[in-house]
């Protein structure tokens, strides 16, 4: 069974501060994709990564693939109040039949 | 507008009732999923419907009986309903191995 380590589950820090969720597997993706979800809503696709050692920039937001293609970080610089939200990375099973593997979610709140 | 949409909204109803909810795309994509969202926020994936087609199924209770009329739409029939199916139930669209676009989600509730 393919899983996606979510890290960590929760992080409540100052605005201005900087921080970094992470996602880890011992299985190789194909891609990973990062979502935002605020409450009441669906989650919404930040990035797609594809390529092992990618380096992705959303703004103030850093997205990483990491070179085995086993791993993702995301790094948000300088956090805004408008940064809370709840953080999911998903990544495409390489076995047939397209299938995201969700990680359990980083819930963040920035404090202003 | 809304790209995916999907209702109700809410859900509040007694065990042993049975539901739907609807879902529609108008995105034009060709797969159709249904997630439900736990109270911890896990998305475990339900169905999915690829062109009409059932293309996977996970191990979901067979009272969760999805159907597929169109490509732009999917609903959830949901038989005999038990309390701890009480979750956040999101449709979900997309090209085939592309990203997913989401709608808001119907909270259910039962009591």
């Known amino acids: 069974t393919q899983l996606l380590e979510q890290s960590p589950q929760f992080l409540s820090i100052q605005e201005g501060e900087n921080l970094t969720v992470y996602c880890n597997s011992s299985?190789?993706?194909?891609?990973l994709q990062w979502y935002r979800q605020e409450p009441g809503e669906g989650p919404v696709l930040l990035v797609t990564?594809?390529?092992g050692g990618e380096v992705k920039k959303l703004k103030r937001l850093t997205f990483q693939f990491g070179d085995a293609r086993k791993d993702s970080s995301l790094h948000i610089t300088a956090a805004q109040p408008g940064d809370t939200g709840l953080y999911l990375c998903?990544?495409?099973?390489?076995?047939?039949?397209?299938?995201?593997?969700w990680g359990a979610g980083t819930k963040l709140i920035i404090k202003p | 507008d809304t790209a995916v949409s999907q209702t109700p909204k809410y859900l509040v109803t007694q065990m042993g009732n049975d539901k739907s909810i609807k879902c529609e795309q108008n995105?034009?994509?060709?797969?159709m999923y249904w997630y439900k969202q736990d109270s911890k926020k896990f998305l475990k994936i339900m169905f999915s419907?690829?062109?009409?087609?059932?293309?996977i199924n996970e191990t979901v209770p067979n009272r969760f009986s999805p159907k597929s009329p169109d490509k732009a739409h999917l609903n959830l029939h949901i038989n005999s309903l038990e309390l701890g199916d009480s979750a956040v139930y999101f449709c979900?669209?997309?090209?085939?191995?592309?990203?997913?676009?989401f709608g808001n989600g119907t909270r259910l509730t039962v009591t």
């Open positions: 998903a990544g495409e099973s390489m076995d047939s039949n397209y299938q995201l593997i």
């Open positions: 299985s190789v993706f194909s891609s």
């Open positions: 990564v594809v390529t």
């Open positions: 995105l034009g994509h060709d797969t």
């Open positions: 419907y690829n062109n009409k087609e059932l293309i």
């Open positions: 979900a669209s997309s090209r085939l191995n592309s990203p997913l676009h």
